[in-house]
């Protein structure tokens, strides 16, 4: 899908084409037509989404046709970092427009950037801290105000900016856009949208990676050679409920299923390969109590709908993270508790951290005893976005290149 068909106008297309952008991203294309239209709309990505862009275009397309040099997009950033990279964005984005901006954060001196105030700029990024500070000198008018970003909310409220924002959210006109991006979409980060938002006008776009609350994580390290093992020691301490395990492929659900049986557990395998009458008839015992464990593959998974199973095994780590919050969804619904279980093999570390870092949480990592895994596991990444960011080095070349 190429730029031009998202309703951006030939300035910024060409804009995207210079920074070497070939085709929107997903939340690029979902975010843009709407953000074109004035919708308000809550973001649910990170960094590296392509989400800067996502609120950038729309922001310069919608104000490029009169550019007054007063304030009437405002970005709140958490950091002063992010608010250079947005800055840069606006202006590699904007480069064929007549458009101004202005970053404004803490840790450097005022008097530059009350001089960019008073002279009047299209778009301002900011911190809040700072933000206020002019504000309280009265350096800052939102009369003209259009559009509001809050972006990184949930890092802006981790870092205590809670109350900053409420109070500059109070001396915006209420008739504006308003456009919140956050990487988890916490209740906290909730709670502001319904604040900032327009609720009847605003919508919700991309993934929402947030298993249910009611789920406990745990990741359980093992050599691959003895997940069985340690499956049917778990299995054979019988967990209340019912258990629903996943498997990559349907060999696997069958292999594990035989060897589930010899150590006496009942499962039942559900699978593509299985007739549909039968796998109806496992459904149906399952559904009902009579089966309590059921080994699965993915596609097959995709129709259960069962309330009560009380604990997902992860057999393998899914190669795609969002596979996991689709697979633990199955256990907690409806508000009940459940405990998503993970057998990892020392390979599968570094795939297991994508997934606690798509969903933003470290799981505990436990073994059996008996059944230490024989390798010392790779550390995985760590959890924090921060690192995914440039070095400096790195955004200064990136700017560098821009400027010319
Ligand atoms: P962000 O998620 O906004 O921090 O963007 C992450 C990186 O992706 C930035 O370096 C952008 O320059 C780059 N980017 C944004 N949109 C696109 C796109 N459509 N195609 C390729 N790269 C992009």
Known sequence: MPFASLGLTPELVRAVADEGYTEPTPIQQEA???????????????????????????ILQRLAPGAR???????????????????????????????????????????????ALARGVDIVV??????????????????????????EADRMLDMGFAPDVRRILGAL??????????????????ALARTALNGHASVEIGRRARPAEGIEHVIVAVDKLRKRD???RILQAKPAGQTLVFTRTKYGADKLVTFLKREGIPAHALHGDKAQSQRQRTLDA?????????????????GIDVDGIRMVVNYDV???????????????????RGLALT?????????????????????PREVIPGFEPSVAPLQPRPLHLEVARPARSVRARVGGRRRR
């Open 173 to 190: 006109p209420d008739q504006r856009q308003t456009m919140l991006f956050s990487a988890t979409i916490s209740r906290d980060v909730d």
């Open 32 to 58: 843009i037509p709407l953000a074109l239209g004035g919708r308000d709309l809550i973001g649910s990505a990170q960094t590296g989404t392509g989400k800067t862009a996502a609120f950038m275009l729309p």
């Open 230 to 232: 340690v499956l049917a």
């Open 343 to 363: 057998l990892i093999s020392p390979d599968e570390w570094l795939l297991m951290a994508d997934v606690e870092k798509l969903i933003g949480q470290t799981f």
């Open 286 to 302: 399952f559904r009902s109590g009579v089966a309590d464990v059921l080994v699965a593959t993915d596609i097959a998974a995709r």
């Open 69 to 115: 040099h007063t304030l009437r997009a405002l970005i709140l950033v958490p950091t002063r970092e992010l608010a250079e990279q947005v800055l840069q964005s606006a202006r590699a984005y904007g480069r064929h427009l007549q458009l101004s901006a202005a970053a404004i954060y803490g840790g450097v001196g005022m008097e530059p950037q009350t001089r």
């Open 126 to 151: 900011a911190t809040p801290g700072r933000l206020l500070d002019h504000m309280e000198r009265g350096h800052v008018d939102y009369s003209k105000l259009e559009i509001l970003v809050l972006d």
């Open 318 to 336: 899914p190669a795609d993270p969002e596979v996991y919050v689709h697979r633990v969804g199955r256990t907690a619904r409806a508000g009940a």
